[in-house]
């Protein structure tokens, strides 16, 4: 298999609260560097699905609703990004998500014989935010997902695509974005300090996919 040289590989961590779009970044710059995304979910139910010996205790935690353990989830990262499409480089999302696991992932890529991770930060501001998610409608048929204030449906309340009536999921209210912002805040702001002193940029998320786009670009120049 054909390697790359460390200078020519990427590996990206995308930090930033519920509601940044970090999601929508991450789908981009895989495309863009023609490398994988890989979210912590979706590491977890490809181990479960495969019927891992770490897929087995993982769907065994999910079930009884605990969180996973350092250990589990730092494991399940390894066998990730051990596998042959990582070698150019990776972005993740959703992890790490604490110092330990920080630590643990630099000494992983010391290993694989990657370079340590560009922290690419997205922040956006509270009130916006709220604003947001609380404008976030999902269509129960299609899955098709608007936001009242920046992507609204043509009808109101209707979806586009199969004119069915929009739902705002439950969790979507104010109070508790306020208190998942404020559960990332206490998780997440050491992580910042901790890669503040290296590769680290902070982007504005406050503008539109497509600007926030440029702006990640712009810094990675």
Do not use: W
């Not at 499409?85 to 010391?110: K, M, S, W």
């Not at 739902?167 to 306020?178: G, P, S």
């Amino acid at each position: 298999t054909q390697t790359q040289s460390p200078a020519a590989t990427r590996t990206f961590l995308l930090l930033g609260p519920p509601g940044c779009g970090k999601g929508t970044q991450a789908e981009r710059l895989a495309r863009h560097f023609a490398i994988p995304a890989i979210s912590t979910g979706e590491m977890i139910r490809g181990e479960i699905k495969a019927g891992t010996e770490l897929g087995k205790i993982a769907a065994g935690v999910t079930i009884t609703g605990g969180l996973l353990s350092d250990d589990l989830v730092n494991q399940i990262v390894r066998s990730r990004l051990s596998k042959d499409d990582c070698r150019g480089g990776f972005l993740l999302d959703g992890y790490p998500r604490t110092i330990p696991q920080a630590e643990y992932l630099a000494g992983l890529l010391g290993e694989l014989g990657l370079p340590q991770p560009l922290v690419l930060h997205i922040d956006v501001p509270l009130d916006l935010l709220i604003e947001r998610t609380c404008n976030r409608r999902y269509c129960p048929q299609c899955g098709a997902i608007y936001n009242l204030s920046t992507h609204p449906p043509k009808q109101p309340n209707r979806c586009d695509a199969c004119g069915a009536e929009l739902k705002q999921r439950d969790d979507d209210c104010e109070e508790t974005v306020r208190n998942r912002l404020a559960a990332y805040e206490r998780s997440t702001a050491p992580l910042i300090r901790h890669y503040s002193g290296g590769r680290y940029v902070r982007v504005e998320g406050s503008g539109s996919p497509d600007e926030v786009f440029q702006a990640i670009l712009r810094a990675l120049d």
